[in-house]
């Protein structure tokens, strides 16, 4: 099992290379995504993606995000936008934990992306209505819940001063003990 390498080695960087993501890696991280849990195995998550060489539908991907993502998340070689899918099949009740079911196949995503060679980096910051009306999404059935830049890894140089310093700066995490509680008698 080579799953923790991936965990050590997945991270959000800004800068990627320019160079073609393949079919077998597209499949690959979709796959992933496809064996994620969810609540009454409901798979509520849905993903929409474009590719840079698709220039013009890209562009409309890249449009969706904040000016300060759109800076760097421009030179990804994909955008997928993730999208929680509001109700189960099952009798169209509502479902509670879609945006969280989401949120696991996302993870799966990130790691699979690693495990390809490649890094992702998920974004909020983006415009959901612009996105769900890009994809002609009923806001009834569907919420947009990340877009996610995937990629080489590419040099941090490449970017303005202000994202280089970002990017090179340490990553930070609070400590387990902070996180964890045991809970005992
Ligand atoms: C739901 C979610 C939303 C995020 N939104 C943004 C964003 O809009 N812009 C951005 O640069 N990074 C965004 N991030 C990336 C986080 O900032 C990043 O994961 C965090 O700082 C930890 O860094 P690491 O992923 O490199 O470990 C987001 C991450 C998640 C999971």
Not at 109 to 125: E, K, R, S
Not at 148 to 163: K, S, T
Request: glycine content about 4%; proline content about 6%; hydrophobic content about 40%.
């Amino acid at each position: 099992m080579k799953l923790t390498e991936a965990f050590k080695k997945r991270w959000s960087p800004r800068a990627f290379e320019d160079k073609p993501i393949t079919p077998d890696q597209i499949n690959a991280i979709f796959e992933a995504a496809q064996w994620a849990p969810s609540s009454m195995n409901g798979q509520p998550w849905r993903y929409f993606y474009a590719m840079k060489n698709d220039t013009a539908v890209f562009n409309q991907f890249v449009d969706c995000l904040v000016p300060a993502n759109q800076l760097w998340a421009q030179n990804a070689g994909m955008l997928i936008i993730s999208v929680a899918q509001k109700h189960f099949d099952y009798k169209n009740r509502p479902n509670t934990y879609a945006m969280h079911d989401t949120g696991a196949a996302n993870a799966y995503i990130v790691l699979a992306a690693t495990g390809q060679g490649l890094q992702a980096h998920q974004m909020g910051g983006f415009d959901k209505e612009k996105a769900a009306e890009l994809l002609k999404l009923d806001p009834e059935k569907y919420e947009p819940a990340t877009v996610i830049a995937i990629g080489y890894e590419g040099d941090a140089r490449q970017l303005p001063d202000e994202l280089m310093k970002r990017e090179q700066a340490p990553r930070t995490r609070l400590d387990v003990e902070e996180i964890v509680k045991q809970v005992k008698e």
